[in-house]
């Protein structure tokens, strides 16, 4: 029976997908389970595979076109077969589809991303394949910052905006982040690639549409904590290393703010819920999102079932989609099914500031940097290193005694980390 493969709807809401490559040709042959063609999404770049064996025919899709959801861009048949004769332009429903796999499914495969492709001898991701071809650049002789010379789409945006096609672009050439001379010992808050000229992306796009309906549906309100990171820092000091050694990564305040509000939510079912047709769902699971800026653009990178694994496996998870995010790499698996999330700025030396809730999510947490402030404290008056944290929360699924008490129980982990991490 003819397999028609279409345009797979890898992300809640979505309405187009863009065909980065095929990986087959035409009249090829292939295998069930072998890579068919590459999809970018509003989020991600996804290998999808072949959902049959067949001879890849009828081909209507190249690469760069932007396709509905569920139209057919392509048909798998058996020797000697036709395409069906029902099957007009953008037909999606005759023959059998061919669907992207489940998320829960695409997860092993995501755990290394998949090799980069060789073009004229450079090793170079999909993504910065696409960015070159946009932006006209040549990558001969362009050496790239990633693993084994590997060009990145950072690196094709820095030989685009320095005007030379042929530019190399190594790890050793990248500018230092600015200094600060506020506070010498502060390490310098990271620089951001951008290479912003107005435009707007895909991801971009989504997000302004995202956070605009959140702003103007959702009833937020909004309440502060500071706390006191003394015994924060002073994890850092005696246990983490342990944890560093044993699990071979470096573990960061992050981590310990997601551990923290993963207990929390466990505590507090209702912040970990969601509003939808009208009513509220509890999760089951504790899946805490990070948000995570890119060029240009934040996205959300998911930390599943962060409630029952271990500190070192947190910070494992975060690494893995940061660097997948920053190589445009994520996929279904690491975007989806985000329950809660953290948006967190105190590594560019923001202070405090108030996050946009991520429908349909119940709450978000801000989280600012950690600086050492004159306090007053049991009648005297003291310096102390302070980290302000703003819970932002959805007004129809949690009342405001109700998110204190939440955000009380994450102050107090945080306070104290060494009696439960």
């Known amino acids: 029976m003819a397999v028609s493969v279409v345009m797979p709807a890898l992300e809640m809401a979505q309405e187009t997908g863009k065909l980065v490559s ?4 035409e009249g090829e042959q292939v295998k069930k389970g072998e890579i068919l063609l590459e999809v970018e999404t509003d989020k991600a770049v996804v290998e999808i595979e ?14 760069g076109d932007v396709v509905p959801v569920g139209q057919a861009i392509g048909w798998l048949l058996k020797a000697g077969e036709a395409i069906p004769a029902s099957a007009g332009p953008g ?10 796999a489940p998320a829960a499914a695409a997860a092993p495969v995501a755990a290394a991303p998949p090799p980069p492709v060789s073009v004229a001898g450079a090793r170079i991701s999909p993504k910065a394949r696409r960015l070159a071809r946009e932006h006209g650049v040549d990558i001969a002789g362009l050496h790239g910052s990633g693993r084994n010379g590997e060009i990145l789409a950072d690196d094709i945006m820095k030989a685009a905006a320095s005007g030379g096609s042929r530019a190399a672009a190594s790890a050793g050439s990248r500018p230092a982040a600015p200094s600060t001379t506020a506070r010498p010992s502060a390490p310098a808050a990271p620089r951001v690639p951008s290479t912003d000229d107005g435009s707007v992306s895909s991801i971009g796009r989504i997000m302004a549409e995202r956070t605009t309906q959140s702003w103007t549906t959702v009833p937020h309100f909004f309440l502060m904590r500071d706390v006191d990171a003394t ?34 939510l466990r505590q507090f079912p209702r912040m970990n819920g969601t509003w939808a047709n009208g009513s509220i769902q509890l999760n089951g699971e504790v899946n805490v999102a990070l948000a995570m800026a890119i060029e240009n653009a934040v996205v959300t990178a998911v930390i599943r079932n962060a409630d029952q694994i271990a500190l ?39 202070d405090a500031f108030t996050a946009i809730i991520v429908p349909p999510q119940a709450g978000i947490l801000a989280v600012g940097a950690i600086k050492d402030r004159v306090v007053a404290s049991g009648g ?12 932002s929360s959805d007004h129809r699924v949690v009342d405001g005694a109700s998110a204190a008490a939440f955000l009380a129980d994450i102050v107090d982990g945080l306070s104290d980390p060494e009696k439960w991490i």
């Open 231 to 264: 015994g924060l820092n002073a994890a850092r000091e005696r246990r983490i290393p342990v944890i560093e050694r044993s699990h071979g990564v470096k573990v960061t305040h992050t981590d310990l703010i997601v551990a923290a509000v993963a207990r929390a």
């Open 380 to 391: 005297y008056i003291g310096v102390q290193p302070q980290m302000t944290i703003t819970l």
């Open 22 to 25: 095929w990986k087959k040709k």
């Open 91 to 100: 037909a999606g429903t005759s023959g059998r589809k061919m669907e992207a």
């Open 50 to 63: 072949a959902g049959a064996d067949g001879i890849l025919s009828g081909v209507t899709a190249k690469e």
């Open 312 to 350: 070192g496996d947190i910070a494992k998870q975060r690494k893995e989609l940061a660097e997948r995010a920053r190589a445009g790499r994520l996929t279904p698996a690491d975007i989806g099914g985000a329950t809660f999330t953290i948006s967190n700025l105190g590594m560019f030396g923001i």
